[in-house]
């Protein structure tokens, strides 16, 4: 549709203004400001098998690399707490953070002995859906999200995933086994791959309900030019057109009808009924919807703080030394301007389903139509909005669509971000990921 490819082009254009990397000599991130509320990211870089469309900080999993890695990453937590930081949630994302399993634990058991954290939400391969692993990480992990992608065979070998991580009906099986061990458990889905028909998408959503998740996550695939080449070399070329066609029957089938199965965590997180995770109190996958400013460890990454957003360096070994030597591995950072952080307030909002337009104003000192007129014109004429008050804006089905659009190509943005980072990988290093 036509506003489809205006907000596509526009995204597209303001995240690569803005996102743009610059070298730092900084060597720890600024410390939190009194009565702001924090959330931890954890990035674990290492996976058993590197799937063609992540564009992720990731590498192939050695032991040898990963231990001092988990070693490095506990001393960084230390230097938070010396900046006087304090969490009360932790993600841990990748790569695939189960990889190792005791320095996982060991990790997350000396977070909460720092920092005051209620919940920890953790992401994970099917291959590791099994008791050995559920029973480490029940109690330490209050949600899980696993990979899933697709329960379709064909569409797994496509991606490399199915020797791996084993076919759909095994995958289905583990899920519905493992989802009595936490509070939340998520499945990661992704729609309008180019072999995906309508019947395999459908096929898809039914087995997400048969599988007893509490929740559900469908990304649509974000071409970024970093995985372009990959994409069209295994799973074919994305066709945006088809998106908001597959994306309707998503909905329909996990929120329509008079007694709907799921209710919406956000654009594309889709909560069970009845299961006590949905509404307000839902951990959602993208955490940037409940909390705007996030200090990340590790390396690749990315911690937003006030007016800047600061990228760790993608080389594990650049890392290791860093902290080793008692600095954080800030490699690079963007600026934002008053009017980039109004705009991004406004994404992560909506994406979250709720525009607060009374703190937009005690923030940013003016209305959101005064400070975003082009933007709030735009979704106003566009049909996204269903409710318009003084408090609030809250999205009707198309604009809920409008926002996939937009964080689709924001996270399209990051991507490139992260390909300027990776791009100063050397050696052996960039072996691994690029190849020879």
Not at 116 to 142: A, C, F
Not at 194 to 203: G, V
Not at 238 to 251: A, K, L, S
Not at 359 to 367: L, R, S
């Amino acid at each position: 549709m036509l506003t489809e490819r205006m907000l596509t082009a526009v995204v597209r254009q303001t995240t690569k203004n803005y996102l743009q990397l610059k070298p730092t000599t900084e060597v720890r991130v600024p410390g939190p400001r009194p009565g702001m509320k924090y959330m931890l990211y954890m990035h674990v870089p290492f996976c058993e098998r590197l799937c063609p469309y992540c564009s992720f900080n990731r590498f192939p999993f050695s032991e040898d690399r990963a231990r001092p890695y988990f070693a490095s990453m506990r001393k960084e937590m230390h230097m938070l707490k010396e900046l006087g930081y304090d969490f009360e949630s932790l993600y841990v994302g990748g790569g695939t953070p189960t990889v190792m399993l005791d320095e996982l634990c060991d990790t997350i058991d000396r977070a909460k002995e720092m920092f005051s954290i209620q919940e920890v939400s953790s992401e994970t391969n099917p291959n590791h859906l099994i008791p050995e692993y559920l029973d480490k990480l029940q109690g330490r992990v209050q949600r899980l999200s696993v990979g899933v992608q697709s329960f379709d065979n064909g569409l797994l070998k496509q991606m490399d995933r199915f020797d791996k991580y084993g076919c759909a009906e095994e995958i289905l099986e583990r899920v519905g086994q493992a989802s009595p061990y936490f509070t939340s458990m998520n499945v990661d889905m992704i729609f309008n791959f180019p072999a995906q028909t309508e019947d395999i998408l459908i096929n898809d959503v039914e087995r997400v309900i048969e599988s007893g998740a509490s929740q559900a996550t469908f990304y649509p695939l974000m071409a970024s030019p970093s995985v372009a080449r990959s994409l069209a070399q295994t799973v074919g070329r994305v066709d945006y057109g088809r998106e908001q066609r597959f994306y309707r029957i998503i909905d329909e089938l996990l929120t329509g009808g008079d007694e709907p199965l799921f209710s919406h965590g956000s654009a594309w997180a889709f909560n069970r009924c009845g299961t006590g995770v949905e509404g307000e109190k839902a951990m959602i996958d993208e955490y940037v919807v409940d909390y705007e400013e996030y200090p990340a460890i590790g390396s690749g990454g990315i911690t937003y703080l006030g007016e800047t957003l600061y990228v760790n360096t993608f080389s594990v070994n650049d890392y290791n030394a860093a902290i080793e030597q008692g600095h954080m591995s800030l490699m690079g950072k963007a600026n934002f301007n008053k009017h980039d952080r109004m705009r991004y307030r406004f994404m992560m909002q909506l994406f979250g389903l709720r525009l607060d337009k009374r703190q937009f104003m005690q923030d940013f000192g003016c209305t959101v139509e005064a400070g975003l007129p082009v933007e709030t014109a735009f979704m106003k004429l566009s049909g996204a909005f269903a409710t318009d008050t003084p408090e609030e804006y809250t999205l009707t089905p198309k604009g809920r669509y409008l926002m996939v659009v937009m964080m689709r190509q924001f996270f399209i943005g990051v991507n490139n971000l992260r390909d300027q980072a990776r791009a100063a990988l050397t050696g052996e290093e960039r072996k691994l990921v690029f190849g020879e």
